[in-house]
């Protein structure tokens, strides 16, 4: 393993999994603490439109789902706030359509499709160094966008009626955090795939959330567990000779489970730090 670090394509590798755990540790700690794990499934496999369209179109399918999973976030941040449509079956809805145009898509692009399994199954051992430049770029837009909005998602996060009556802009602000999720999972989706990604977006965060009752030192917890899981994983899928993808999550998994084994089950909310509308203590 040593030996392999020497490898070109190897150094991307450790990047990708360093880049994804920035975005899946920050962004993750919301969707662990606001409950949004199942409109994150669904943006992630309506990005999948966004695939087969790149492959018809011939260009990057990263930049296809980038476009088709902003599209998405802002879809369903919009209906569910003012639509009498109930949430699931909004996600549902989108989820469903993001997948059956990837296909139709795909369907319709002369040739082969290469590489669609690992946008499925993900394939980190394959990323290229221009999708390393992409994943800096999004990490820093959701650090700025996080850092700028701190205060004002924590309260969303916490308690959203009542900065609503206090006169914040809490459904523009669902669709901003929305719209993070959406960049978040198109890093993933070259590290996990479209599968898999809602598992690395959620599990970081929620074994953080058993050392900390802050959201602040949750998300630099979560960074650094999403480090563990990817080079851990890896390692593993090089002894085993597995997947890369499916044994990154295999192994979040165990470290969840053993960590939820002995830290016992913790406070169902973090605090929040003191800063937001909110403070839970």
Same mark, same amino acid.
Request: net charge neutral.
């Given at each position: 393993?040593?030996?392999?670090?020497?490898?070109?394509?190897?150094?991307?590798?450790?990047?990708?999994?360093?880049?994804?755990?920035?975005?899946?540790?920050?962004?993750? *700690?919301?969707?662990?603490?606001?409950?949004?794990?199942? +409109?994150?499934?669904? +943006?992630?496999?309506?990005?999948?439109?966004?695939?087969?369209?790149?492959?018809?179109?011939?260009?990057?399918?990263?930049?296809?789902?980038?476009?088709?999973? &902003?599209?998405?976030?802002?879809?369903?941040?919009?209906?569910?706030?003012?639509?009498?449509?109930?949430?699931?079956?909004?996600?549902?809805?989108?989820?469903?359509?993001?997948?059956?145009?990837?296909?139709?898509?795909?369907?319709?692009?002369?040739?082969?499709?290469?590489?669609?399994?690992?946008?499925?199954?993900?394939?980190?051992?394959?990323?290229?160094?221009?999708?390393?430049? &992409?994943?800096?770029?999004?990490?820093?837009?959701?650090?700025?966008?996080?850092?700028?909005?701190?205060?004002?998602?924590?309260?969303?996060?916490?308690?959203?009626?009542?900065?609503?009556? *206090?006169?914040?802009?809490?459904?523009?602000?669902?669709?901003?955090?929305?719209?993070?999720?959406?960049?978040?999972?198109?890093?993933?989706?070259?590290?996990?795939?479209?599968?898999?990604?809602?598992?690395?977006?959620?599990?970081?965060?929620?074994?953080?959330?058993?050392?900390?009752?802050?959201?602040?030192?949750?998300?630099?917890?979560?960074?650094?567990?999403?480090?563990?899981?990817?080079?851990?994983?890896?390692?593993?899928?090089? +002894?085993?000779?597995?997947?890369?993808?499916?044994?990154?999550?295999?192994?979040?998994?165990?470290?969840?489970?053993?960590?939820?084994?002995?830290?016992?089950?913790?406070?169902?909310?973090?605090?929040?730090?003191?800063?937001?509308?909110?403070?839970?203590?």
């Amino acid at each position: 393993m040593i030996e392999a670090l020497g490898y070109g394509f190897i150094q991307n590798v450790i990047w990708a999994g360093l880049l994804a755990a920035i975005g899946c540790g920050i962004i993750g *700690s919301y969707v662990v603490v606001k409950k949004l794990a199942s +409109i994150s499934g669904g +943006i992630a496999h309506a990005s999948f439109g966004g695939i087969g369209l790149g492959y018809l179109l011939g260009i990057n399918p990263v930049l296809g789902a980038l476009a088709f999973s &902003l599209l998405a976030a802002a879809s369903m941040g919009t209906l569910t706030r003012r639509s009498r449509i109930s949430e699931d079956t909004i996600i549902g809805m989108l989820w469903a359509l993001g997948m059956a145009l990837g296909i139709i898509f795909i369907g319709l692009t002369p040739g082969y499709a290469p590489d669609l399994f690992s946008y499925l199954f993900g394939n980190i051992l394959t990323v290229p160094s221009s999708d390393l430049v &992409l994943m800096l770029v999004l990490d820093a837009l959701i650090i700025g966008v996080v850092w700028f909005f701190y205060k004002e998602f924590l309260g969303v996060s916490f308690d959203e009626e009542f900065c609503r009556v *206090s006169g914040m802009p809490t459904g523009l602000l669902y669709v901003i955090m929305l719209g993070l999720i959406a960049l978040t999972v198109v890093m993933l989706i070259r590290v996990v795939g479209i599968i898999l990604v809602i598992a690395l977006l959620t599990i970081p965060a929620a074994v953080a959330r058993r050392f900390t009752d802050s959201l602040l030192k949750m998300m630099g917890l979560s960074i650094g567990f999403g480090v563990v899981f990817c080079l851990g994983g890896l390692w593993l899928s090089y +002894i085993l000779d597995f997947a890369s993808g499916a044994t990154i999550i295999l192994f979040s998994v165990a470290v969840f489970l053993a960590v939820l084994a002995f830290k016992g089950k913790k406070k169902q909310e973090p605090a929040s730090d003191k800063t937001g509308c909110i403070n839970h203590e």
